[in-house]
């Protein structure tokens, strides 16, 4: 007797496949870098100073005691800002924000430590990343919930709050009575026809004699 396979497990496993959830996470990354780097040489050439990748992935020039270091944290505070626009665009799921939103920040810190060789020490560094960390985290929560609540429709017309057809209701407004009498039409097609509030006509039907 052959043996019944298993149905597949439902949960996050078969919803997020592996594959799915790391082209997610690099797609991500890929985002926070590359809006990093325009705002960043954007910021070099107004300044007038010398970009170097030290700016992305280095943690010396963000400090809180000039003004560079302040431009450079809240150039990071833009692209937190890009990020959550790429949550809830790409995710599009508010309990899955703070996982992406963390994730996203621990492998910049890998790639600052691997790029200087030291963990980062200034407190300027850590903060920012904290304010951008809770800039992502809320509004990409935000964001994703709120897409969550838009209505569907599908295929027919557009309803209310109050379950009444936009498209209907619209006609109702502009077709005044002759919108009425169609109705009427439609809804008495056999068995008769209104005339006016409460009053029926009965049309005659043909007799098998017509046939």
């Not at 960043?40 to 100073?49: A, I, K, W, Y």
């Not at 799921?93 to 992406?100: A, E, G, I």
């Amino acid at each position: 007797m052959p043996r019944r396979r298993r149905p597949p497990r439902s949960g996050a496993i078969a919803e997020l496949p592996p594959l799915r959830i790391l082209g997610q996470i690099a797609a991500l990354q890929g985002i926070y870098y590359s809006v990093a780097l325009v705002l960043m040489l954007f910021t070099s050439l107004v300044m007038g100073l010398q970009f170097n990748l030290d700016l992305i992935f280095g943690w010396a020039s963000l400090r809180g005691d000039n003004t560079q270091g302040w431009l450079i944290g809240f150039v990071w505070l833009c692209c937190a800002a890009a990020v959550v626009v790429a949550l809830v665009v790409l995710i599009s799921r508010s309990k899955l924000v703070l996982d992406f939103s963390l994730t996203l920040h621990f492998i910049h810190l890998l790639i600052v430590c691997l790029y200087t060789g030291f963990l980062p020490r200034n407190v300027a560094w850590w903060v920012t990343m904290l304010v951008s960390g809770t800039i992502t985290v809320a509004g990409g929560t935000y964001g994703c919930r709120w897409r969550e609540l838009q209505p569907i429709t599908f295929g027919g017309g557009a309803r209310n709050a109050n379950g009444e057809s936009v498209n209907g209701s619209l006609e109702h407004g502009n077709g005044g009575s002759h919108g009425d009498e169609e109705m009427g039409l439609s809804r008495g097609r056999g068995r008769g026809r209104a005339d006016g509030p409460g009053e029926y006509e009965m049309v005659g039907m043909k007799g098998n004699s017509d046939k």
